[in-house]
């Protein structure tokens, strides 16, 4: 049986003109896309959604 040895991680990131700064994590993608939606509707600076992958420990 396949084990997984990663867990996706998802983070709110913003611009505020100093580069890309991690405003949020968030625990899956759909409380990113929440997330990323709310901050869209209250902040005038561009904002994304950055995935990446973390090693479980074993």
């Given amino acids: 049986?396949?084990?997984?040895?990663?867990?996706?991680?998802?983070?709110?990131?913003?611009?505020?003109?100093?580069?890309w700064g991690i405003e949020v994590n968030c625990?899956?993608?759909a409380d990113a896309k929440m997330q990323l939606k709310t901050y869209r509707e209250n902040v005038t600076y561009p904002v994304r959604i950055r995935k990446w992958r973390e090693k479980i420990p074993a």
């Fill in 27 to 29: 625990e899956d993608l």
């Fill in 1 to 19: 049986m396949y084990k997984r040895k990663t867990k996706d991680c998802y983070a709110i990131e913003g611009n505020c003109g100093y580069g």
